[in-house]
């Protein structure tokens, strides 16, 4: 058997899915005009989440200030919000890789003493990724400060969802491929767990905790997730192998692989609410 050194082809361009920052914010809500006179506006921002180390924006937008005039004349009231853990500015990732490129290796087989080759394919495409909770990012903790334009801050607003660890989707990848599909937890995020209200010079004024109990959750198979490893004419002329098939030929046991399907389902409600007050600071 002779080996050959492989070649390299390359063909169209790279793929960016970086965020244009130029034309993120075209078509979205910017101003509601009301009867009285008044009137709102709208900021956006790009998600951002730290891929390793590194601050990564992403796609979708979230909602940076809101800012409504009465139409007499007077200041504005200003709502400004900072995402994240701290309010670093980073969320929680709602997608992974496998989404958006198609990688697989064959072995292909001309004889029963080895495969002469394998090919290895890859495939990027662009699909446009629409999670069913409607965003890419996921944000444990939102802070929503109260003031206006001249810099006056009138207190501040904490929001935790998911006890501050939303879960995570799971993929199911078939080997030697990256085949998937995505067990969607979706139905069980986004839950506020915990709000905070602060004044001015940073006192508590109230707390609401919340608590959710998890009816009729389960896991059902949806399906086989199959993919062919091993090609090429290694089959029935080929013996010593324990793995047959209906018409007892032998057959690699690694011909194809395959792996079960599952989908978790599930109902959150609510179940208990605690409220905290506080009337005064010393």
């Not at 409504?68 to 200003?78: A, E, H, K, R, V």
């Not at 998911?162 to 989707?169: I, V």
């Not at 990256?178 to 709000?195: D, E, I, P, Q």
């Not at 399906?223 to 490893?229: F, M, N, R, S, T």
Request: aromatic content about 14%; glycine content about 10%; overall charge negative.
């Amino acid at each position: 058997m002779t080996t050959s050194t492989p070649t390299t082809t390359s063909f169209g361009g790279a793929l960016n899915r970086a965020v244009n920052i130029t034309y993120v914010k075209e078509g979205v809500l910017s101003r509601i005009d009301f009867p009285t006179g008044g009137y709102t506006l709208f900021d956006y921002e790009s998600n951002q989440y730290l891929n390793g180390s590194t601050a990564t924006l992403t796609g979708g937008l979230r909602v940076k200030t809101i800012t409504s005039y009465d139409g007499s004349g007077n200041l504005p009231i200003l709502k400004t919000y900072k995402y994240g853990s701290g309010e670093s500015g980073y969320g929680n990732l709602n997608f992974s890789n496998n989404q958006f490129n198609y990688n697989a290796t064959l072995m292909y087989y001309s004889s029963c003493n080895g495969p002469v080759s394998n090919y290895q394919s890859r495939s990027y495409v662009s699909n446009i990724y629409s999670p069913e909770d409607g965003n890419p990012v996921m944000y444990p903790y939102v802070t929503e400060y109260f003031g206006d334009p001249a810099g006056t801050t009138n207190g501040k607003i904490i929001y935790e969802f998911d006890y501050g660890t939303p879960p995570g989707d799971v993929d199911h990848i078939i080997p030697f491929s990256s085949r998937y599909y995505r067990n969607s937890f979706a139905w069980s995020r986004g839950k506020l767990t915990h709000k905070t209200v602060y004044d001015n010079v940073n006192n508590k004024l109230s707390e609401t905790a919340k608590q959710y109990v998890n009816l009729n959750q389960s896991g059902a198979t949806v399906g086989l997730g199959v993919y062919q490893y091993v090609g090429g004419t290694y089959g029935a002329a080929c013996t010593g192998n324990a793995c047959v098939n209906e018409r007892g030929e032998s057959v690699s046991s690694l011909t194809y692989s395959f792996t079960q399907i599952t989908q978790s389902t599930g109902v959150l409600l609510e179940s208990q609410v605690t409220e905290t007050s506080t009337s005064s600071h010393n």
